[in-house]
Protein backbone atom coordinates (compact mmCIF):
# COMPACT_ATOMS: atom_id res chain seq x y z
CA UNK A 1 0.00 0.00 0.00
CA UNK A 2 1.14 3.57 -0.98
CA UNK A 3 1.65 5.58 1.79
CA UNK A 4 -0.35 8.70 0.33
CA UNK A 5 -3.14 6.80 0.21
CA UNK A 6 -5.98 6.91 3.07
CA UNK A 7 -8.11 3.56 2.17
CA UNK A 8 -10.66 2.65 4.95
CA UNK A 9 -10.68 -0.88 5.65
CA UNK A 10 -12.38 -1.63 9.32
CA UNK A 11 -11.23 -5.36 8.86
CA UNK A 12 -7.93 -4.64 8.66
CA UNK A 13 -7.95 -2.63 11.44
CA UNK A 14 -9.71 -5.32 13.45
CA UNK A 15 -6.97 -7.62 12.42
CA UNK A 16 -4.40 -4.96 13.45
CA UNK A 17 -5.91 -5.06 16.76
CA UNK A 18 -6.16 -8.47 17.47
CA UNK A 19 -2.77 -8.96 16.25
CA UNK A 20 -1.24 -6.12 18.59
CA UNK A 21 -3.30 -7.66 21.83
CA UNK A 22 -2.20 -11.17 21.04
CA UNK A 23 1.07 -10.68 21.01
CA UNK A 24 1.09 -7.97 24.11
CA UNK A 25 -0.51 -10.82 25.88
CA UNK A 26 2.13 -13.41 24.73
CA UNK A 27 4.81 -11.06 25.53
CA UNK A 28 3.37 -10.41 29.18
CA UNK A 29 2.79 -13.59 29.62
CA UNK A 30 6.70 -14.81 28.22
CA UNK A 31 7.94 -12.18 30.62
CA UNK A 32 6.03 -13.39 33.81
CA UNK A 33 7.35 -16.61 33.46
CA UNK A 34 11.14 -15.43 32.96
CA UNK A 35 10.50 -12.70 35.87
CA UNK A 36 8.06 -14.87 37.97
CA UNK A 37 8.57 -18.31 37.07
CA UNK A 38 10.77 -19.07 39.93
CA UNK A 39 8.73 -17.13 42.42
CA UNK A 40 5.27 -18.23 42.21
CA UNK A 41 4.17 -21.89 42.88
CA UNK A 42 1.99 -21.15 39.71
CA UNK A 43 1.44 -18.33 37.23
CA UNK A 44 -2.52 -17.45 36.29
CA UNK A 45 -4.66 -14.98 35.08
CA UNK A 46 -4.50 -12.86 38.56
CA UNK A 47 -1.10 -11.29 37.35
CA UNK A 48 -2.54 -10.44 34.55
CA UNK A 49 -6.15 -8.76 35.04
CA UNK A 50 -6.23 -8.27 39.25
CA UNK A 51 -5.17 -5.15 39.48
CA UNK A 52 -4.40 -6.25 43.30
CA UNK A 53 -0.76 -7.69 41.88
CA UNK A 54 0.90 -4.38 40.87
CA UNK A 55 1.90 -3.39 43.78
CA UNK A 56 4.89 -1.32 45.29
CA UNK A 57 5.12 -2.97 48.44
CA UNK A 58 6.15 -6.93 47.34
CA UNK A 59 8.97 -8.25 45.12
CA UNK A 60 6.58 -10.43 43.28
CA UNK A 61 4.90 -6.90 42.62
CA UNK A 62 8.11 -5.51 41.35
CA UNK A 63 8.31 -8.66 38.90
CA UNK A 64 4.69 -8.16 37.80
CA UNK A 65 5.32 -4.11 36.78
CA UNK A 66 8.53 -5.32 35.45
CA UNK A 67 6.51 -7.64 33.24
CA UNK A 68 4.24 -5.00 32.34
CA UNK A 69 7.04 -2.51 31.66
CA UNK A 70 9.61 -5.18 28.96
CA UNK A 71 5.54 -6.19 27.60
CA UNK A 72 5.20 -2.67 26.56
CA UNK A 73 8.65 -2.52 24.60
CA UNK A 74 8.05 -5.62 22.91
CA UNK A 75 4.60 -3.92 22.05
CA UNK A 76 5.81 -0.96 20.40
CA UNK A 77 8.24 -3.09 18.19
CA UNK A 78 5.45 -5.22 17.05
CA UNK A 79 3.79 -1.73 15.77
CA UNK A 80 6.44 -0.81 13.91
CA UNK A 81 5.74 -4.26 11.50
CA UNK A 82 1.34 -4.49 12.33
CA UNK A 83 0.69 -0.83 12.12
CA UNK A 84 3.88 0.64 10.14
CA UNK A 85 2.67 4.54 10.31
CA UNK A 86 3.44 6.79 12.83
CA UNK A 87 0.54 9.15 13.40
CA UNK A 88 -1.48 5.51 14.20
CA UNK A 89 0.82 4.53 16.85
CA UNK A 90 -0.99 6.47 19.76
CA UNK A 91 -4.53 5.05 18.75
CA UNK A 92 -3.76 1.65 18.44
CA UNK A 93 -1.65 1.54 21.84
CA UNK A 94 -4.11 3.81 23.37
CA UNK A 95 -7.19 0.52 22.29
CA UNK A 96 -4.85 -1.92 23.51
CA UNK A 97 -4.59 -0.52 26.82
CA UNK A 98 -8.79 0.65 26.87
CA UNK A 99 -8.97 -3.21 26.24
CA UNK A 100 -6.40 -4.41 28.68
CA UNK A 101 -8.65 -1.98 31.03
CA UNK A 102 -12.21 -3.74 29.84
CA UNK A 103 -10.76 -7.03 30.74
CA UNK A 104 -9.36 -6.18 34.05
CA UNK A 105 -12.40 -4.81 34.94
CA UNK A 106 -14.46 -7.98 33.41
CA UNK A 107 -12.11 -10.18 35.81
CA UNK A 108 -11.60 -8.75 39.14
CA UNK A 109 -13.61 -5.12 38.91
CA UNK A 110 -12.47 -1.45 38.61
CA UNK A 111 -8.95 -1.19 39.14
CA UNK A 112 -8.71 1.11 42.41
CA UNK A 113 -4.94 0.27 42.65
CA UNK A 114 -2.74 3.64 41.70
CA UNK A 115 -0.09 1.27 41.05
CA UNK A 116 -2.44 -0.33 38.32
CA UNK A 117 -3.33 2.93 36.81
CA UNK A 118 0.81 4.54 36.71
CA UNK A 119 1.84 1.77 35.65
CA UNK A 120 -0.32 1.00 32.55
CA UNK A 121 -0.45 5.05 32.19
CA UNK A 122 3.21 4.71 31.65
CA UNK A 123 3.01 1.80 29.70
CA UNK A 124 1.14 3.26 27.32
CA UNK A 125 3.08 6.44 27.28
CA UNK A 126 6.12 4.14 26.69
CA UNK A 127 4.36 2.29 23.78
CA UNK A 128 2.96 5.01 21.75
CA UNK A 129 6.40 7.34 21.94
CA UNK A 130 8.85 4.26 21.66
CA UNK A 131 6.79 3.12 18.15
CA UNK A 132 6.02 6.31 16.91
CA UNK A 133 9.79 7.06 17.14
CA UNK A 134 10.66 3.66 15.48
CA UNK A 135 8.10 3.74 12.58
CA UNK A 136 9.47 7.59 12.07
CA UNK A 137 12.74 5.97 11.80
CA UNK A 138 11.86 3.42 9.45
CA UNK A 139 9.55 5.78 7.22
CA UNK A 140 12.41 7.93 7.29
CA UNK A 141 14.71 5.73 5.44
CA UNK A 142 15.94 5.69 1.90
CA UNK A 143 14.45 3.73 -0.88
CA UNK A 144 17.08 1.37 -1.87
CA UNK A 145 17.31 1.42 -6.02
CA UNK A 146 19.39 -1.06 -7.87
CA UNK A 147 22.40 -0.79 -9.59
CA UNK A 148 20.58 -1.44 -13.00
CA UNK A 149 17.92 1.05 -12.65
CA UNK A 150 20.48 4.01 -11.32
CA UNK A 151 22.62 3.77 -14.26
CA UNK A 152 19.53 3.92 -16.58
CA UNK A 153 18.34 6.86 -15.33
CA UNK A 154 21.72 8.82 -15.57
CA UNK A 155 21.72 7.50 -18.67
CA UNK A 156 18.59 9.25 -19.99
CA UNK A 157 19.14 12.81 -18.36
CA UNK A 158 21.81 12.45 -20.16
Sequence with gaps: MFYGTAVWDPW??????ICLQCSFYLSLGVFMILFLGLRVPRLSLV??????????????GWCVIASFFFASLAGA??????????RKCLDFSATLYI?????????????SSMAWW??????LAVMAL???????????????MDRFHSMTEVLSAK
Design 12 to 17: LIVAQI
Design 47 to 60: YFFDYATLTTSTLT
Design 77 to 86: VYMIFLVERA
Design 99 to 111: IHLFFCILYGGWP
Design 118 to 123: VVNGTG
Design 130 to 144: LAEYLCIKREQREIP
